[in-house]
Structures are given as C-alpha cells and as structure tokens.
C-alpha cells in the first residue's frame, strides 16, 4: 500500500465527535499525517498519549487503526508504528470504548501487517511477531508464525516468534520452547523458550531451572516490548510464586538464593530486584531469604542496595543488623546520604541498636529520623525511647533556626510517640510552639497528658497553647481541650475554620464532631460548608461525608446526616473516581445504626464494586432490617474484596459483623486460603506499608477463622 491511500478517507471520519486520553480526538488526522512526515518521532509521542495512554485505549483508538495499518504498510515508520498497534492490541483497559473493540479493528488489518513478518528488516519482523500475535486470531495468525520459526535465523526475532507462538498456543508452544533450552541455542532464544513454558503451567523441570540460571545476568535478554518481563529473573520468581504450590514456591526461592550468592554483581543485582517481588508476594520469603540478602552484601555498593527491601523486612531482618551498624554509624556529624540510608533501614530492624547513632548524627539523617519519628515505620512500630536521643532531639528544638524541612514534624512525633517519658522536652516544645505551632502543639498534648494539673511544667505548657489557641491556631485549641476541656478556643477556631473553607475543613469537620453534644452550636456554619448538590468532585463527596457524620454527632439528630449522606451517595454515581467515597460514606451510615434504613438501597447498590463491598456489609449489618438479609451473600461480597486485594482490612471488619453465623463451610475454606496461605492478600498501596499490612491481615483473619471454626464446632 502506498501512502496517498493510506490515507484515504482520513477526514472523512468523525474524529470530533471521538475522544482519547485528552478529549476530542479532532487532532489525531494532523498527528497520523505528521506521522507520515518530517516530524514523525514527535506525532508518535503525540499518538501514544492520546489513543494508547499509559495502556489505555479509546473510541478514536479503534477509528485510528486503519490508517496506522496503512502507514506501517506503506513503509512510513513501519517498526514503531506496529509497536504502537501492537499495544493498542495488547491493552484491556479500554475507556469509552466496547471490550475488544480495539483489539478488532487491529485483527480487520491483518491482511496488511502479516505481510512484514517476512520483511527484510529484522526489527520490522520481530515487531510484526509480537504484533499479530496479540491480535488473539490463532486461527488466522499461528498458521503464519510456524513457518517464521522454521525460517527465521535472527536470534531476536526467533525469540519473538516463539513468544508469540506461545501466547496463541500455550502448549504447542511449550513443546517447542522444549526443543530449544540446550546451551547452543542463543540466549534470547531459550529466554522466551522459558517463559513460553512458564505460560503454558507446563513443569518447572531441571532443564528449565538450570537453563534460568545459565542465562544470568539475564536483563540485557529482555524483550523491549514485554514491559511485564523488563525484569527477567524477578518474572520467572513470580510466575513460580503464583502457581502456589511448594514445590516451585522452593524452585523460586533456589534460584533466588542462587543468584544473591553469585560472584558476579550484576546477577547479585537481579537477585535482589527478585528477591524484593518475591518478598512483596510470598509470606514465607522474606524468612527463607535473608540470609541470602546477608551473604550478598559484600561491599559498601550492595548493602545500600537492600537497604530498603532490609527495613520493609523489619524485625524479620534483624541478623542483618551487623552488616548495615558500621555503615549506619559514619561520619555522624557530616550529611552522608549512604549511612544515612543505612541507619534507616536499621532504625526498622534493631531500633535499640540505631538509637545512639541516630542520636549522634541527628541533624544530618533525615531519612533515619523519618523513620524513627513514624512516617515510614509499619504500624505495630514504636521507636523505644532513648535517653541519648531525648537529649539529642531537645538540643535540635532549641535551635529552631537550624530546623527546616520535615525536620519540626520529625522531631515533635519522636516525642509524641514517647509520651510522658519525653516530659523533660515541655520546654523546648514550648519555645517551639511560636514557630511550629502544629507539630509543636501535637506533641505537647501527648506529652504532657499524664503530668499533674499543678505540675509546673504542664502549666507552662497550657499557658502557651491558650496563648496561641487565642490567636486562632486550631491545633493549639485542640491540645488545649485534650489537656484541659476548655473548649471555647477551641469552639472559635473550629468555627473560622470551616467559615474560611481552606484544606483543613475535613479535620475540622471531624474534630467538631469528636466534641459531642459540646459542638453543638458549630451545626449552623457546617451546615454552610456543605457542598453545592451539583458537585461530584471527590474531595466535595468525602468532605460532605464528614461534615454529615459531624452533624449527626453534635445534634444527635439522624435525619440530616441521612440526606447529605444520600447526596453523597447520588453525586458519587456520576462521577467514575468516587468508589471510595462511596466507602467512606458507607462507614458513616454504619454509625447512624437503624436510622440510617433509608440508606439501605444504596448500600446495596455498592455490593457489588469490591472496593466498597466491605463498608457497605458493614453498614448494612448495622441499619437494615436484619430478617431482609441476605448474610451468606454478603459474606460472599466481602471474601471477594479481600481475595482481590480491594479492601482486606475492611473483609475483616465486614466479616466480624456479619459474625460465624453468616459463614458456610465454602466461605470457611476461603478464609483460611487468606489467612494461612503463603500468598499475600495486600498486594498494593505504598510500598513500605505493604508487607507491614499483610501481616496486620494475617493476624486477624486467622484470629477470626479460629472464632469461626470454633463456633461452627460448637
């Protein structure tokens, strides 16, 4: 195909009434013309983020991909504009768009790309391969890629062709990825001669096994188009990882442990890129491997390097100590960002060893003293108390002038977090206060809780936050009720704060709620923060969310809570962003108990969305009809949101309402699978928290799986 047809009826197409990524799709006719020109590098750019964003594809994706055939065809870009045809094949997040719709108008163009699998560019038939293949037309496709293997003698191709041999026939394709695995094949060959065996769930033999380790280091093999295999090795663990049974659980954690004891750094690197996926996946890896981790810190280099995956580790972790303290422990009175990373990891693993170092080098570790004070720690972590390092953070707050950064809230939640034994820092918390009033303010309430009324230090310290509570420092207000119940400052602050409508509403809404009955004259200026009914935007919903729980708890009255609640619930349905919204409002209709019924029916509408399944079971167990139940399918709904890594935490609160009663032996044996299985049921969020809140997990649903079981035996 020629150009000049390529393009024929371009504008023909109804390309404003189309959208991508970005809106209208009326500039995709000048970006597929510029595609076909000088400026073709920046039109792909252009191409890429509006009809394939970050994977997802759209209506003007599917109208788009005739021409881009074209093109490819024509000879204008051919290997990047496959490429891009390629993942517009590939993608199943489609936006606007019918399922597959994508997928089969790049199918309708075979009769053009099948053509440049026999092209004699190496790179156009190694693109064209992974192309058509993804197309998922075996029955059109795979009869044109055995031939390609027979013929092909390019090693990178051939590895394509096998890759997609395998993706449209998994078993034929790991019959002949078996043919492959000796040492004479080349290297990417038997590379994707492994993973085609990976995706057909055929046998992890020796051959394969061995075959793995042989290809180490293995990241310069990787295929440039797989981006879920950039990583080879760390891809083969996972896939072991995920067939979930012991014996190639053992096969994944060998090689593993074989690649962080070699001698060659670059195979220890990946080792550790593996290591890490497999820790974030497996419950048992992190025990089986550290010591692997310990052995293949050898230098300076790769201690830094598992530094991080060491503190996630946490206590687990704790052997390492001795290889992270020397490091940890340099130049305590110069910035050093390598001991710096170091003592972090250490302040996670041997918190009572990283103490008098992090006292020593206070100042110069921001990232250690982040993770002493809370903000990277996981959620059962205290930092013990240190008289050194007391000393050391009151000397810090006395200069405040030397404090910048996250510094100030560093250093007051070290303190907070201790308590009355940090009292001997009232003072300098104090002089702090005019300059950091929040995190001044915070810490003083959790410090001087337990002093005396007539203990002079805690008066200090009162005088001082009445003095900035009256200036209209809400936080100051706020320490100020906790330690004393006065209450009008704090009534006054909370009121000019939900007046002025600024980023702090939310916090006010809930602190004016905290107060009770006692905030009852805070209703009418909440009542003026709600939202306008028209707003769907998420920080809207979540905000009337918590001024309608504040009203309900400072009038006592259900009604109004109920209504805004509502208009959460009907504002949420229209905007495709708001399913968690919808649980955090579902979590306050729980509070409201039986004077939420009406609520019900929207409740149950989001029984169905796992993210809020949880709250909504909840919510529902507490307002609606209990004969009008349907238990066993709420159990049901709140099991899958945990087994799909939604809202674990909330299963289990879901679950604990619904109690054993709800629970058949099929839910039972669910249940025990997420709490004794070796798999990891949170996945996700951030990724220092991740293993931390698996293990939070654990811990509750086998507790409630031992209340459940005994109850049913009973």
């Known amino acids: ?36 020109g000088a400026d073709a590098e920046e039109a792909l750019s252009e191409l890429y983020g509006s009809v394939l964003h970050q994977g997802t594809v759209y209506a003007a994706s599917a109208e788009a991909v005739p021409f881009l055939a074209g093109i490819a065809a024509a000879g204008h870009g051919t290997a990047d504009v496959l490429a891009l045809l390629g993942g517009m094949a590939e993608s199943e997040d489609e936006y606007g768009v019918a399922a597959g719709e994508v997928r089969a108008a790049v199918t309708e163009q075979l009769p053009l790309l099948l053509p440049l699998l ?48 395998a993706r449209l026939d998994p078993p034929g394709g790991a019959a002949l990825a078996a043919t492959v695995l000796e040492p004479s094949s080349p290297a990417q060959v038997r590379l994707a001669a492994v993973f085609a065996g990976l995706d057909a769930d055929a046998p992890w033999t020796e051959a394969l096994q061995t075959t793995t380790l042989s290809l180490l280091p ?48 670059p195979v220890r690197a990946e080792g550790l890129w593996a290591a890490d996926r497999a820790c974030m996946l497996s419950r048992s890896a992190p025990r089986r491997l550290v010591r692997s981790l310990i052995a293949a810190a050898v230098d300076e280099e790769s201690a830094l ?56 080098g206070i100042g110069r570790r921001p990232r250690a003293l982040d993770a002493a004070a809370g903000f990277r ?18 000397d810090r707050l006395a200069r405040p002038e030397d404090l910048s950064g996250n510094e100030p809230s560093q250093l007051t939640s070290l303190l907070a977090g201790w308590g009355a034994e940090a009292a001997p820092a009232l003072p300098e918390l104090c002089a702090a206060l005019p300059r950091f009033p929040g995190q001044a303010a915070r810490a003083i309430a959790s410090v001087a809780a337990d002093r005396a009324p007539a203990d002079r230090a805690r008066a200090v310290a009162v005088s001082a936050l009445r003095e900035r509570a009256e200036q209209g420092v809400l936080l100051a207000a706020k320490a100020l009720y906790d330690l004393t119940g006065e209450i009008a400052p704090l009534l ?23 107060l009770g009955p006692r905030g009852v004259a805070l209703a009418p200026v909440l009542r003026e923060a709600l939202s306008s009914p028209e707003d769907e935007a998420t920080p809207a919903l979540d905000k009337d969310t918590e001024v309608a729980e504040a009203l309900w708890r400072v009038t006592g009255k259900a009604d109004e809570a109920v209504a805004v609640l509502d208009s959460v619930f009907s504002r949420a349905g229209q905007n495709p962003w708001s399913r968690w919204s919808v649980a955090r409002a579902s979590r306050t209709a729980a509070l409201l108990g039986p004077a939420g019924r009406p609520l019900a029916a929207r409740l149950e509408a989001a029984l169905d969305d796992p993210a809020q399944a949880p709250a909504a079971v909840a919510a529902l167990m507490a307002v609606a009809d209990p004969d009008a139940l349907d238990r066993t399918a709420l159990a049901t709904a709140a099991l899958r949101s945990a087994e799909v890594d939604a809202d674990p ?66």
């Open 649 to 714: 935490a909330g299963a289990c609160d879901a679950l604990q309402a619904l109690g054993p009663g709800a629970l058949t032996g099929e839910h039972l044996r669910r249940l025990a699978v997420l709490a004794d299985g070796d798999a990891r049921v949170v996945r996700s969020g951030v990724e220092d928290r991740v293993i931390d809140q698996d293990d939070a997990f654990r811990s509750r649903a086998q507790a409630l799986l031992n209340v459940f079981t005994d109850a049913t035996a009973r």
């Open 492 to 514: 006054r602050c909370l009121e000019q704060e939900l007046q002025c409508g600024g980023g702090q509403l939310r916090d006010a809404a809930r602190t004016a709620g905290a």
């Open 305 to 360: 390097a598992m530094a991080s995956l060491l503190g996630r580790l946490g206590r687990v972790a704790a052997p390492a100590a001795d290889v992270l303290a020397p490091l940890a422990g340099r130049n305590p009175h110069r910035d050093d960002d390598h001991a710096d990373r170091a003592l972090a990891a250490l302040v996670l693993i041997a918190p009572t060893q990283a103490a008098p170092l992090l006292a020593a």
């Open 377 to 394: 720690r996981p959620q059962d972590f205290a930092f013990p108390y240190d008289g050194e390092l007391l000393d050391a953070v009151r």
């Open 218 to 265: 293995a990241d310069s093999l990787r295929s440039d188009l797989d981006h879920a295999r950039a990583e080879p090795l760390t891809a083969v663990v996972q896939a072991l990882l995920g067939r979930g049974h012991h014996a190639a659980r053992d096969a994944a954690f060998t090689l593993v442990d074989a690649a962080l004891r070699d001698g060659r750094a």
């Open 118 to 165: 026999a092209s004699p560019e190496p790179e156009v038939r190694r693109i064209a391969a992974w192309t058509v293949s993804h197309t998922r037309a075996t029955g059109i496709v795979l009869p044109r890629l055995r031939p390609r293997w027979d013929e092909e003698s390019e090693a990178a191709v051939r590895a394509e062709v096998l890759a997609g041999i």
């Open 1 to 36: 195909m020629d150009l000049a047809h390529a393009l024929d009826g371009l504008d023909d197409r109804p390309w404003s009434s189309l959208s991508h990524a970005y809106g209208s799709a009326e500039d995709v006719p000048d970006l597929l013309r510029a595609l076909a």
